[in-house]
């Protein structure tokens, strides 16, 4: 059974300026400047995940740390319990008007998503869930 500590989870990244950013073994992108969304979940301890994005001193492990290095967290949204799956929030976020893919395959070499990272020239925080 899942705790109360668990769910899906969305960053709204903000990149000041645009970066050439290696993101581990997936490789290195042209990051443009502007704002991304990054979905993830943890079915154990999803504040302390989304604590330890927050940090900025921290061992590389998930692509995400990688952008995380040169972007400030504008945002979190959370979404408790497993009313929709990871794959089905980041479709969502796909949908949305402006989004591009900037580094495909990130954050979804555990399934058949392009990415779980998209680019937005303005903050598209008011339009998630």
């Known amino acids: 059974m ?4 668990s769910g899906l989870y969305q960053l709204v990244i903000r ?15 042209a990051f443009p400047s502007g ?26 492990r998930w692509h995400v740390d990688y952008v995380l290095r ?8 959370r979404y408790r319990g497993r009313r929709l799956s990871e794959c089905g929030l980041n479709r969502k976020v796909e949908r949305l008007p402006g989004g591009n893919i ?5 954050g979804s070499s555990d ?3 392009h990415t ?9 925080a008011q339009e998630l869930g």
């Open 70 to 77: 040169y972007g400030d967290i504008a945002e979190v949204k």
């Open 116 to 124: 779980h990272l998209f680019h937005f020239r303005r903050n598209p």
């Open 102 to 106: 900037v580094a495909p395959g990130f």
């Open 2 to 5: 899942e705790g109360t500590d």
């Open 35 to 60: 704002y991304y969304v990054y979905t993830g979940s943890a079915w154990r301890g999803l504040e302390s995940r989304i604590a330890r994005h927050l940090r900025k001193e921290k061992r590389l």
């Open 111 to 113: 399934c058949r998503c």
């Open 15 to 29: 990149l000041k300026r645009k970066q050439s950013i290696g993101v581990g073994r997936l490789g290195r992108f």
